[in-house]
């Protein structure tokens, strides 16, 4: 049973944001502290990927494990409603599994980075993308 009515439970989900997170703004801070420069959210590519790093040819997803379905602590199938929480999130899943494949076709390198990452190991996570976007170039 939800403990909010209706109106509440839209007003929460309205709060939500897509792009601008606080997991995205950690990891573009990160990059640009170490010298890597990016466009966001380039509208050309498939998915709008989160960071893009045309230099280095490769994108970067920045993954809440709720929306995506990430197969950790963090994610839970909601108690209410879930046939359509089901619907939607298996078509967020699909969809971003598609995405990735198109840029694999055009040649792009995809990286993918989920939040609950970013909570335990976020200074291991993001040194290693760092050492492998340097070793892209060489």
């Not at 792009?108 to 291991?124: A, G, M, P, Y």
């Amino acid at each position: 049973m939800d403990v909010l009515n209706k109106e509440q439970r839209h007003y929460n989900m309205s709060q939500i944001r897509s792009g601008n997170t606080k997991p995205e703004i950690i990891v573009r801070k990160y990059l640009w502290k170490n010298g890597f420069r990016y466009r966001l959210h380039r509208k050309d590519l498939p998915g709008k990927p989160d960071i893009v790093l045309s230099k280095y040819q490769t994108v970067i997803f920045v993954n809440g494990c709720f929306w995506h379905m990430h197969k950790c602590k963090n994610f839970f199938m909601p108690a209410t409603n879930t046939d359509f929480w089901r619907e939607k999130l298996s078509a967020n899943k699909l969809r971003d599994k598609k995405n990735y494949q198109k840029l694999k076709k055009m040649g792009w390198h995809v990286i993918t980075i989920w939040e609950c990452r970013l909570n335990s190991k976020k200074e291991q996570l993001l040194q290693k993308i760092c050492n492998e976007l340097t070793a892209l170039l060489q």
